[in-house]
């Protein structure tokens, strides 16, 4: 049997540069129909930084909260850094805010090559692991309740 359509043609378009209007628009939809379930976004962006006397930087984390939840995007330590409890600072001053903002989990992920015993450490606990991403290695989803 062969379908037929009386609707308009559609185009796609596919790019590799993200358009700054394009994604803002696709994201604004998306909030729209999500926040028919759910409560409103109250997502705001999270960034604490570590500098040495002379400014350099030595470390930071990014991320935001939504929905009582902390996500942290990303955490880097300088290499002399490391070992040193830096990483446990930023990581605690940025739980610390999303508190304040009154998240009660934390959500990240790492690779098995990266740092998952650290966040263990944390009081982190594995909720999800995805192997083969990147190839060879595995990704791994951890979780924390913070209050």
């Known amino acids: 049997m ?5 609707a308009a043609p559609v ?3 596919l790019a590799d540069k ?3 209007a394009e994604v803002k628009h696709i994201h604004g939809e998306l909030r ?3 926040e028919q379930f759910t409560k409103p976004y109250d997502l705001r962006e999270l960034s ?3 500098r040495d006397p002379d400014g350099t930087l030595l470390g930071g984390l990014t991320g935001y909260t939504n929905w009582e939840w902390l996500y942290v995007d990303y955490l880097w330590v300088h290499e002399s850094q490391r070992g040193t409890g830096l990483g446990s600072r930023l990581m605690a001053a940025a739980e610390e805010e999303a508190v ?3 998240c009660r989990w934390s959500r990240l992920y790492t690779y098995d090559f990266q740092a998952p015993d650290f966040y263990k450490k944390l009081g ?3 909720w999800a692991e995805l192997e083969g991403y990147p190839p060879g290695y595995t990704q791994i989803w951890l979780r924390k309740g913070l209050v």
Do not use: C
């Open 32 to 34: 729209r129909f999500n």
């Open 48 to 50: 604490v930084t570590a």
């Open 124 to 126: 982190y606990e594995v």
């Open 100 to 102: 304040r903002r009154e």
């Open 2 to 6: 062969i379908e037929t359509t009386t």
């Open 11 to 13: 185009t796609l378009s």
């Open 18 to 20: 993200l358009d700054p």
